[in-house]
């Protein structure tokens, strides 16, 4: 009998897999498999330099390690790295969740972020009070201190915001050939090219949590998560979705305003 699809959560800039806990507690109770990697630069590795190319061999190996073929779910900078090994490795993605990479990483703005960045990190604390202040505001303390479990990467932001402006989210989507979902908070200021991000994969669903902020699986835990086993009852093989079809409740996931493009 085929199993449930797997699951690799990839994270955002500065923190690592930890913030993925209560998205990790739930697939595990709902009997599925699921890995949080830390990305080059982040958490574990904090010492590795990022680059594209070593962040997509991360991505490769986690999802080897749970069997070759997984759903794919990326949070602002896991988005955008998600998005680009779903399109070199057809066969490996099973689906994408995008969440907060909705915006074109090479733009003004993009330029302005990395000379900050490198400013910052010229402060005494390499900005370790302003990153806790942001932490802080923009947080619920469980979310904050599942962030904060895997340390912050003061030092990646130069390196990753250079990095980054070569990457092609949109060409990516283009090519991509497994289901795609948005899920996107609703004040994310990360949704700066939805539109054409979303035309750039004809038939991907765009989802908005409401409420939260960029950070959208950790503002709001719960709807998102109800996004995420929405999606992975949808493209499971048919021989696992249909025991679990007959014991869900019908109905969109609260806390999310759902439309499908």
């Not at 739930?26 to 594209?52: I, K, N, S, W």
């Not at 994408?96 to 990395?114: F, I, K, M, Q, Y």
């Not at 090219?193 to 908005?208: M, W």
């Amino acid at each position: 009998m085929p199993l449930p699809l797997p699951v690799v959560l990839l994270h955002g800039a500065r923190t690592s897999g930890t913030m993925w806990r209560a998205q990790l507690e739930a697939l595990e109770r709902a009997g599925r498999r699921a890995v949080a990697p830390d990305l080059p630069g982040h958490g574990r590795r904090v010492e590795e330099t990022f680059t594209v190319e070593a962040a997509l061999d991360a991505i490769g190996d986690a999802v080897d390690d749970v069997g070759g073929r997984a759903v794919v779910v990326g949070l602002s900078l896991g988005g955008y790295l998600g998005t680009t090994w779903a399109a070199r490795n057809p066969g490996g993605a099973a689906a994408l969740l995008l969440s907060g990479c909705s915006t074109d990483p090479d733009t003004v703005l993009t330029e302005a972020w990395r000379q900050a960045a490198r400013l910052i990190g010229r402060l005494p604390d390499r900005g370790a009070a302003l990153n806790q202040a942001l932490v802080d505001r923009a947080l619920p303390p469980d979310g904050a201190t599942d962030v904060a479990a895997g340390g912050f990467a003061l030092e990646v932001m130069v390196d990753l915001l250079t990095a980054m402006r070569a990457v092609e989210p949109r060409t990516d989507l283009a090519r991509v050939t497994c289901p795609v979902w948005f899920a996107n908070g609703q004040w994310d200021h990360f949704r700066l090219h939805e539109r054409a991000f979303l035309a750039a994969r004809p038939g991907a669903r765009r989802v908005v949590v409401r409420g939260a902020t960029h950070l959208a699986s950790l503002v709001r835990p719960v709807a998102f998560t109800r996004v995420l086993l929405e999606l992975l009852e949808e493209v499971d093989p048919p021989a696992v979705r249909a025991p679990a079809a007959a014991g869900a409740s019908a109905g969109r996931p609260s806390g999310v305003l759902s439309a499908r493009r």
